[in-house]
C-alpha cells in the first residue's frame, strides 16, 4: 500500500470511528481522570526536579542524573529497573530501561533524557510563571517523561498496573545519537521486538483547533559530497588540461539534485554547509570547517554536508541512487563522491498505527475534545520510535502541548500535561486489556 493509500486508510478508519458515538469512559477509567486531576502539581513539580538537571547529551553526569531520578519514580512503581552504559567507544551516557510481566498486549513506552541543551549553555532551569513553564527540555521532552510516569501512577492507583505487560525505554542520546547504531540503539530495538505496541511520548500537535495523531515520522539521514579538481591558475580554466575546478563541480551536483532529485511527495533534502577553495579542512561531527583559496587559483577542493528526510526505507534509498548517479557524471578533470549516514529510520504509516489512532481519538472524544486526524508527517522529525516501528504498531507524539523546542524560548502549557496523563494512561489500560495477538 502507498503511502498516500495508507494515510487515507488511516482517516478512513478516524471517519468510521468518529460517525457513532464516542465511547464514554468506563468507572476505573473516570476514577484515574481524578486522581490525575488531584496530582497535576506533583507531576509539575517531578518536570520542574529534573528540567533543573541540565542533561544536554553529551553532558553524560547530567543525563545519568535525570535518569536516576525516573529509575527512582519506575523503583517505587514496583517495575525493574536497569541503567545500561555505554561503551567508551559510543561516548554516551546509557539508557534507562524498566520492565513489567503482565497480561494482555505488550506495550513499550518511549522517552528520553537528554537536551539540546549542554553544560555550558546559559539555558538551564525550571521557570513557570502561571500555567506556562520555560526550560531546557521542559517539551523535548521531560515532560513527556512525566507523562509516562504518572499514567502508570494512575493505572497503579485503580489496582490496573499489576496485570499490564510493560517495557519503559528512556534514551540517554536521542538528540545526538551514539554511533555504532548496533550498540546505541540495541535495547531499543530488542524492546520493540518485544512489544505489540510502542507509544512515543514527544509533543503533542494541536493547530486549527484539532488534536493530531502522529502515526508516522519521517526518517533522517546525513549525507556528505567530496569533490576534487585540478588546481591551476586560473587563467586556465574551462581548459583542456585545467577543467571545470572543483566549486563548479560542486555547483553542478547541487543543482542537479534540486532538478532530479527533489519533488517526491514526503521527500526532502538540504545543504547544510559548504566549503570549497584550495585547501578543505571538515569535521562533520562537530559541523565545522576551515577554507583557504584564492580568486586567482582553480580550487582544488570541495566538502558539502547534508542532510536527508523521507517516509520509507524504499523512498530513501530512491533518493540515493539518483544522488549516486549525479555525482558519477563528472566535469572535464574533476571527481567527486557521495557517503551517507544512517541516523533515523522512517516510520511509515500502517493500517496498525491507524488502528492505534482511531482508539485514541476515540479517548480524546471521551474526554470532551475532538477527533484526532492524522498528522502529516512532514510536520514532525524524526525520533527514538522510529527504531521500532518495523517490529510493532505505533503512535507517537503522546506528550504534551509546547513550543520553541531546541531554542531559549523552549515553554511548555502545563494545562495540556493533565490532558496528556489521561489520554496516554486511558489507553494504555484499554490495550492492557486486550488479548495477546
Do not use: C
Not at 487515507?8 to 484515574?32: H, K, P, W, Y
Not at 482508539?359 to 474526554?367: D, G, H, K, P, Q
Not at 492524522?374 to 507524539?397: C, H, M, N
Request: aromatic residues 6%.
Amino acid at each position: 500500500m502507498s503511502v498516500r493509500a495508507r494515510i487515507l486508510f488511516a482517516s478512513i478508519l478516524l471517519v468510521t470511528a468518529a460517525a457513532g458515538t464516542a465511547a464514554e469512559l468506563s468507572a476505573d477509567e473516570q476514577r484515574m481522570a481524578a486522581w490525575i486531576d488531584a496530582h497535576v502539581e506533583d507531576a509539575i513539580g517531578l518536570l520542574a526536579e529534573t528540567v533543573n538537571i541540565g542533561s544536554g547529551t553529551m553532558n553524560h553526569a547530567g543525563v545519568r542524573e535525570v535518569g536516576r531520578v525516573m529509575r527512582r519514580e519506575l523503583d517505587a512503581l514496583g517495575l525493574e529497573t536497569e541503567w545500561i552504559e555505554m561503551p567508551p567507544e559510543v561516548n554516551r551516557a546509557g539508557h534507562l530501561i524498566a520492565r513489567k510481566d503482565g497480561e494482555g498486549k505488550k506495550i513499550l513506552l518511549i522517552g528520553h533524557l537528554d537536551t539540546v541543551f549542554e553544560a555550558d549553555d546559559a539555558f538551564q532551569s525550571f521557570e513557570r510563571d502561571g500555567d506556562t513553564a520555560r526550560g531546557p527540555g521542559v517539551d523535548d521532552m521531560k515532560s513527556g517523561n512525566v507523562i509516562i510516569v504518572y499514567a502508570l501512577k494512575a493505572l497503579k492507583e485503580i489496582g490496573a498496573l499489576d496485570r499490564l505487560a510493560i517495557v519503559v525505554a528512556y534514551t540517554g542520546d536521542e538528540e545526538k545519537t551514539g554511533a555504532p547504531l548496533s550498540i546505541s540503539r540495541e535495547h531499543l530495538i530488542e524492546a520493540g521486538k518485544w512489544a505489540d505496541v510502542s507509544l512515543g511520548f514527544e509533543s503533542a500537535v494541536t493547530y486549527d483547533d484539532t488534536d493530531w495523531a502522529t502515526i508516522a515520522r519521517r526518517s533522517s539521514s546525513s549525507w556528505v559530497l567530496e569533490v576534487t579538481g585540478r588546481q591551476a591558475h586560473s587563467s586556465g580554466i574551462f581548459g583542456d588540461d585545467v577543467g571545470a575546478g572543483a566549486i563548479f563541480e560542486a555547483a553542478r551536483i547541487l543543482n542537479a539534485f534540486y532538478d532530479e532529485v527533489r519533488g517526491e511527495e514526503r521527500l526532502t533534502f538540504n545543504a547544510g554547509t559548504i566549503q570549497g577553495g584550495t585547501d578543505v579542512e571538515y569535521d562533520d561531527q562537530l559541523n565545522r570547517g576551515r577554507t583557504f583559496g584564492k580568486t586567482n587559483v582553480v580550487p582544488r577542493k570541495v566538502i558539502v554536508s547534508g542532510g536527508m528526510r523521507a517516509i520509507s526505507a524504499e523512498q530513501l534509498e530512491r533518493a540515493r541512487e539518483k544522488m549516486r548517479a549525479i555525482v558519477a557524471n563528472n566535469h572535464p578533470h574533476t571527481s567527486a563522491s557521495i557517503r551517507f549516514r544512517d541516523r533515523y529510520p522512517a516510520m511509515s504509516p500502517t493500517d496498525g498505527n491507524a488502528r492505534l489512532q482511531a482508539r485514541l481519538s476515540e479517548i480524546n472524544e471521551a474526554l470532551g475534545r475532538g477527533p484526532m486526524p492524522a498528522l502529516d508527517p512532514s510536520r514532525r522529525g524524526a525520533a527514538d520510535i522510529s527504531f521500532v516501528a518495523p517490529y510493532t504498531d505505533g503512535l507517537a507524539g503522546l506528550g504534551a502541548l509546547g513550543t520553541g523546542g531546541h531554542t531559549p524560548d523552549e515553554s511548555l502549557d502545563l494545562t495540556s500535561l493533565p490532558l496528556a496523563i489521561k489520554r496516554a494512561a486511558i489507553l494504555i489500560y484499554r490495550l492492557g486489556a486486550e488479548a495477546d495477538p
